[in-house]
């Protein structure tokens, strides 16, 4: 991963610097005709050809860094980089090495008499001819291109794309070729163009290029920004078939005549299922009752810093949920916010019936200040989960609108003495950011006896990856994203690291000694164990990675990854500069798009479907599949090798390609989306929708629904 950011952010770099290269290195090629005297256009030459050398250089050095890139995979070379490098740059940087050093070292080498003797006309000629002067100004304008590749959209198809850009190269050449020739019929007929025409032209000419560049950003703020109201189900239909797979756009969304609801794309209208009949038992008492109330509250910090938070019941993080395998259960939800900001409830890696989900826009309207909204759901899991507001996530969330879901097994078969929640945050305060454990910004001290056994869940609820260490004492990771590790065994000084979402369940026997739970995010913040209370320990997160592919024992599972797999997407994860919703940004694409125009993954029940997600970008991309636990197949082309990994989180790192598999046993339309919710809100979101399902809800509308 390091080797890949190291390598992308160098072609990034060489990027930014091959336009002015090559541009200078153009201009200076230009002007070398231009010189009167034999001993100046010598001079010219000489530093044309030092600057022609290298421009050279930084476009061998890009070229290196594709070879280092395609070692990756195909899919982080392809695409922008591959056709503003091959097609736009690199035949002109050929013909500048074939052409136009050749002659601008003969023209170093120039020898006559008198140095201040006039040069030839037949000399001014051949150095004005298109094939020495317009090679490095095509490759400046390819430099250009490859500075621009991160505002051009994403290519749909090789072919069209090749032969697009082949094209417009073509042109640029053709219009370079064009005016080096007409230059060249003057000095040769010896009729000049007026100055006033040339100034008129020139003005006229930038013009129409401002003219066209404002054009293009109204056009472009205009053409990004999205309906006011659309359904949830607006997108391209992806059926397995990779990028280039069958798409169906649906600008307006589907519409049953009968009920109004918003259709899955390809669906015939048989059997339709409405995600709100796909909910938990509405009848029966439930085990476990809850009432969780959103509030606007002044929360301070353990150092003092205060956050304007939202929150559950007053609290930050909010109520510990705490139910057990097989539980009915019923939280009511109320919302006290001021305004008008309406809420939900999203159950993070608990497969809930699909119209429990918590979803705004896609499984319910968004609670209304002063309205309430009713829960129920039978858990049919255990291990560590949490809940959060899945209503414009990246400011409710950020602001205090999660807490712990901790479901206990019927069975417990790891009993301990002291089972502790650590939900990492990052809090914007009155002095500004901080990363803290749930409300504690400040390094906690609490009493354990020597032979307690603890159990530390760690959960990282904000959208960055962080990564976490336990000092002073050997422990074993027992569960990932709440699910039993087969057979762990004792690690010490590992980092842990955590994707936005993602919990880790770590267990150890408290030593004699003190043993410390360190955030790297927070290193000034973490939790001290000691037999009297009061010791002190330092952090250390100077320890290799934990490889939970290979951690663990492998074991029997009913998917694996030479499984009969009934769909197979491969979801490309980039980042484009341009504009999304009005405003000018990163955009954070998924197969080239942004929501809502993104691929929508159709299924049926029972399909048995493989995932592989390649992230091109230059950050970190933990993709989050609601309904389901998804095992992760391998890394990188190579399996995982451990104890099986059951993830409803799967963390996508810079270069890296993940392969994850699920079974379709859960009826709905579930987001699937990057969990930093930054990103969500950039356009990284996507649905898994199963065939017939649909939903009355919509994006936007009287309530104001933001699924992010």
Not at 42 to 62: D, N
Not at 613 to 636: A, Q, Y
Not at 647 to 662: I, K, N, S, W
């Amino acid at each position: 991963m390091a080797m890949y950011v190291t390598t992308a952010g160098f072609e990034l770099a060489l990027g930014i610097v091959l336009l002015p290269a090559w541009l200078i290195a153009a201009v200076t090629t230009g002007l070398q005709p231009g010189r009167r005297t034999v001993g100046r256009m010598r001079r010219m030459s000489r530093v044309a050809l030092v600057l022609v050398a290298v421009a050279l250089l930084f476009t061998a050095a890009r070229l290196l860094t594709y070879g280092l890139l395609a070692r990756h995979g195909w899919a982080f070379v392809g695409d922008r980089r591959l056709f503003t490098t091959f097609v736009m740059l690199l035949p002109a940087v050929i013909a500048t090495a074939v052409w136009t050093v050749p002659w601008l070292a003969s023209a170093a080498r120039m020898r006559l008499p008198d140095p201040d003797a006039p040069v030839p006309l037949d000399e001014q000629a051949r150095a004005r001819s298109p094939r020495h002067v317009v090679p490095p100004r095509l490759a400046a304008f390819g430099g250009f291109a490859c500075l621009a590749q991160s505002f051009l959209p994403p290519d749909r198809s090789f072919w069209i794309s090749l032969v697009a850009y082949g094209l417009i190269t073509a042109a640029v050449a053709g219009l370079l070729v064009w005016r080096a020739n007409a230059r060249l019929r003057r000095l040769v007929t010896g009729r000049e163009i007026p100055r006033r025409r040339a100034l008129a032209v020139r003005l006229g000419t930038t013009v129409v290029v401002l003219g066209t560049v404002v054009g293009l950003v109204n056009h472009g703020i205009a053409g990004s920004r999205l309906p006011h109201t659309f359904s949830m189900m607006k997108g391209t239909a992806d059926w397995g078939g990779g990028v280039a797979g069958q798409h169906h756009d649906m600008a307006d969304g589907q519409h049953d005549m009968a009920g109004g609801h918003h259709m899955a794309p390809g669906t015939s209208g048989a059997h339709e299922v409405s995600v709100d009949k796909l909910r938990g038992p509405q009848s029966g008492t439930p085990d476990r009752r809850f009432s969780l109330t959103t509030q606007a509250k002044k929360v301070k910090l353990a150092s003092g810093r205060t956050v304007e938070a939202w929150t559950y019941n007053g609290r930050v993080p909010g109520p510990q949920l705490r139910v057990t395998e097989g539980d009915l259960v019923e939280i009511k939800l109320r919302n006290e916010l001021p305004g008008k900001t309406p809420v939900t409830i999203h159950w993070h890696g608990v497969d809930v019936p699909n119209g429990e989900d918590g979803v705004a826009g896609a499984t319910q309207d968004a609670v209304l200040p002063g309205k309430s909204y009713t829960y129920r759901f039978r858990v049919e899991e255990s291990g560590t989960r949490w809940y959060h507001s899945h209503q414009a996530a990246s400011e409710q969330v950020e602001r205090g609108l999660f807490g712990a879901l901790i479901i206990e097994p019927k069975k417990q078969t790891r009993p301990v003495d002291n089972d502790v929640s650590v939900l990492a945050h990052d809090w914007q305060t009155d002095k500004g950011p901080v990363s803290a454990i749930g409300a504690s910004d400040e390094l906690e001290r609490r009493r354990a006896e020597p032979g307690e056994k603890i159990r530390v869940r760690l959960t990282n609820t904000s959208g960055t990856t962080r990564e976490f260490a336990i000092d002073g004492v050997p422990y074993k990771v027992t569960a990932l994203d709440g699910t039993d590790v087969h057979k762990p065994t004792a690690l010490k000084d590992k980092k842990l690291v955590l994707g936005g979402g993602n919990r880790m369940d770590v267990e150890f026997t408290m030593p004699d000694g003190p043993v410390r739970v360190t955030d790297g995010s927070a290193p000034d913040a973490g939790i001290v164990y000691s037999p009297n209370g009061k010791e002190k320990s330092k952090a250390d997160l100077s320890g290799p990675e934990f490889d939970p592919y290979s951690y663990g024992s492998p074991k029997k599972t009913e998917l694996h990854p030479d499984s009969d797999f009934d769909r197979d997407y491969k979801l490309i994860l980039d980042e484009w500069l341009g504009f999304y919703d009005g405003s000018f940004g990163l955009k954070q694409t998924i197969n080239g798009r942004v929501f809502p125009d993104t691929p929508m993954l159709m299924i049926k029940e029972g399909d048995l479907a493989r995932a592989t997600f390649i992230n091109r970008g230059n950050e970190d991309h933990p993709m989050h599949l609601h309904g389901h636990h998804m095992l992760v197949l391998g890394k990188n082309g190579k399996r995982a090798s451990g104890s099986p990994m059951w993830q409803d989180t799967v963390l996508v790192r810079p270069g890296e390609e993940v392969q994850v598999a699920f079974k379709a046993d859960n009826p709905g339309i579930w987001m699937d989306h990057c969990h930093n919710f930054w990103h969500s809100k950039l356009g990284m979101v996507m649905h898994l929708a199963y065939d017939n399902v649909t939903t009355p809800y919509e994006v936007g509308g009287p309530v104001g629904n933001k699924p992010e």
